[in-house]
């Protein structure tokens, strides 16, 4: 009897565990209800005052980001889908507009200069993509004339070839898809909009918002695409 009931018992504990195992979550309704009004992921952020956004380690006109605001706007940014342009709510009544305009641009130049930390990680590892493709090129012609010449040894080429083929999957599948994910996550920080409001109002964006904040996306960023060009030439230059 004892033994039946303990088989039964071990019978319901894989099965709930498989339960869980096949639960579905419901990612898409959680976003659309918190963040997507009209084609615009909206991040809400309740703050007390000046501090919550700009590090108290900071000086005037040295001014940084709280760590825990940054990891909060990005956590939230990443929830929401990569084709939607984000808003920056920030909601509270304590800001004088000096502190408002501080905020603001210390927002964006923040996420400007990460955005530059990653395009600059994504030229070295295009650096080491390119190294890597035409290393394994040369290594399977040398393999190959190994197999031609049957008294070069081929075993040391054979583990050159190996690697460099390994180390080109892992840049395609794993960690070029890693930097590509970040570079967008980035770049659309570096766009980010932010509003202030004294309490928190459901968005409710009209179609001329929505051509606006696209149209001045896009301005910025073919700016930025003129501006890094015309460095390039003034560097060529020198």
Excluded: Q
């Excluded at 939607?84 to 964006?108: F, Q, R, W, Y």
């Excluded at 031609?148 to 050159?160: G, S, T």
């Excluded at 690697?163 to 980035?186: E, K, Q, S, V, W």
């Excluded at 964006?205 to 060009?229: A, F, G, Q, W």
């Amino acid at each position: 009897m004892a033994n039946r009931h303990r088989s039964k018992h071990n019978r319901s504990k894989r099965n709930i565990t498989k339960l869980f195992e096949e639960r579905r979550g419901n990612l898409d309704s959680r976003v659309k209800r918190d963040y997507i009004r009209n084609g615009i992921a909206t991040i809400p952020c309740n703050i007390s005052d000046y501090n919550d956004v700009i590090s108290t380690y900071s000086v005037d006109g040295f001014e940084t980001l709280a760590p825990e605001f940054e990891d909060y706007v990005k956590s939230s940014a990443e929830v929401a889908t990569p084709e939607h342009p984000l808003v920056l709510n920030i909601i509270g009544d304590s800001l004088s507009e000096k502190e408002k305009k501080t905020i603001a641009d210390v927002i964006m130049e923040d996420f400007a200069y990460d955005l530059g930390i990653v395009e600059k990680e994504e030229k070295r590892h295009m650096r080491i993509f390119l190294g890597m493709f035409f290393g394994l090129l040369i290594s399977g012609v040398l393999l190959y004339l190994t197999h031609v010449l049957a008294e070069v040894p081929r075993e040391l080429f054979f583990i050159l070839f190996w690697f460099m083929g390994d180390t080109l999957c892992d840049y395609i599948f794993l960690t070029g898809h890693d930097l590509r994910r970040d570079r967008l996550l980035a770049g659309r920080l570096a766009s980010i909009r932010v509003m202030f409001s004294d309490s928190f109002k459901d968005p409710a964006y009209t179609k001329n918002d929505v051509d606006r904040l696209y149209s001045e996306i896009e301005k910025e960023v073919e700016e930025t695409i003129r501006e890094e060009k015309s460095a390039e030439t003034d560097d060529s230059i020198v």
